[in-house]
């Protein structure tokens, strides 16, 4: 018998990645999960790298997903989600933030929000179409639109304006090919947020430039000092927006991987089908999960969101305190404070504070044009490891 030739792994993999298409093998890993990734598994290191609640699901959400394991039902749902599931979420969104929807053709139970957005460029995108996101963004907006065939168009916001998209900025930025404007209000990693006057000259600029706009609220119930507004729910801007949302954020549930779109019936049926080629439906266990955070975890819910809103005064004035400006974020559980003053890069000062002061945080240049010279840092983590870390940030900081 002829022994086959061994090859190194090195070699393998030269030889091997000639086959991969070249816009996936050319996209960069996630900045966000090379600092985590460095930091995993060091217990002398405080992250403040992800966006992840440090609560637990509520104790009888879990539960309602174990009695319905123990019933047996771990079958293949609706590819569109239980109705049971779409009525209460379209009830909720109703109720909550004036958005009405029809739960049976214009309601999508996805794999987590991520799934919703791909599924929404996928659905709308011709290859060449400009993809224009407001930056600094999350860090998933530009690879999947390049994926799925788009051009992704930044438009840069500013400190100076609380990281707000302005009508001027949006128009400046679209051109003959413009087609998909993609919204993140409250915003991951600025944690700005968009009022009801902030929105009506944004819509003047969708309907006349007739665009269409998928808007990510994951974070739409962690504000803190006004009520979310969803662009949704602004005078003629329903039928052109694809509402995306979840439950990973406000009621503590990342690892079940359970989100929902939201728009008009013929957007919904094309997202729809590619849903039913792909996953076919999400997780049937994690849709009862869903279900009971809808029906019975507002009061859970109500008391995370107050949790966030007393480490975001800490963290804002923590940060002014040891020298690095931080504007007051008005929403999500994230704070973006300048460090220009030190004269490192966001890259530089990301590193050096990993090495030298053991606390990870994500620099402000993953997330796009005007990211440079901020770090985004999460402060969905207990009391005592914030103020350690800031202890921590201000002492390298005067070492510097």
Not at 316 to 324: N, S, T, W
Not at 342 to 363: D, H, I, M, Q, Y
Request: proline share 6%; aromatic share 10%.
């Amino acid at each position: 018998m002829i022994e086959p030739k061994q090859q190194t792994g090195e070699t393998q993999n030269q030889s091997m990645s000639r086959y991969l298409a070249p816009l996936v093998r050319d996209i960069p890993p996630s900045g966000i999960r090379k600092f985590f990734d460095l930091a995993s598994g060091r217990k002398d290191i405080i992250s403040l790298g992800v966006g992840e609640p440090d609560f637990s699901t509520p104790w009888h959400v879990r539960e309602a997903c174990v009695y319905s394991l123990e019933r047996g039902n771990t079958k293949y749902t609706p590819n569109s989600g239980l109705p049971e599931l779409r009525e209460a979420i379209a009830e909720y969104l109703y109720e909550s933030f004036q958005t009405p929807y029809e739960p049976a053709d214009e309601v999508l139970v996805t794999v987590g929000g991520s799934e919703a957005i791909d599924l929404a460029l996928r659905a709308l995108v011709t290859p060449g179409d400009e993809i224009l996101i407001p930056e600094p963004c999350y860090v998933s907006y530009n690879p999947i639109t390049a994926i799925g065939g788009g051009v992704p168009v930044g438009i840069e916001t500013f400190a100076k304006d609380q990281f707000k998209l302005t009508a001027e900025s949006l128009k400046n930025a679209i051109t003959p090919r413009s087609k998909i404007l993609i919204l993140c209000y409250p915003s991951n990693p600025t944690g700005g947020i968009m009022t009801y006057e902030d929105w009506l000259p944004i819509a003047k600029v969708v309907e006349e430039h007739d665009l269409i706009v998928i808007s990510d609220e994951i974070y739409a119930e962690l504000t803190y000092d006004r009520k979310h507004v969803s662009f949704a729910s602004i005078p003629g801007m329903r039928d052109r927006t694809v509402l995306v949302s979840g439950f990973s954020k406000a009621f503590a549930m990342t690892g079940w991987r359970m989100g929902y779109a939201c728009g008009h019936r013929d957007i919904i049926s094309a997202m729809t089908k590619i849903h039913q080629y792909t996953v076919m439906c999400a997780p049937s266990m994690g849709q009862v999960a869903a279900l009971e955070a809808l029906r019975n975890g507002m009061e859970e819910k109500d008391r995370m969101v107050e949790s966030y809103n007393q480490r975001r005064r800490l963290v804002v004035q923590g940060f002014r305190e040891i020298g690095l400006q931080c504007h007051e974020p008005q929403g999500a559980f994230y704070a973006f404070p300048s460090i220009q003053a030190t004269g490192l890069s966001s890259a530089e000062f990301a590193e050096r504070c990993l090495f030298e002061a053991k606390v990870a945080v994500v620099p402000g240049q993953v997330f796009g044009i005007g990211g440079e010279g901020f770090v985004r840092c999460s402060y969905a983590y207990s009391v005592s490891q914030l103020l350690e870390a800031i202890d921590r940030i201000g002492k390298f900081m005067k070492n510097l």
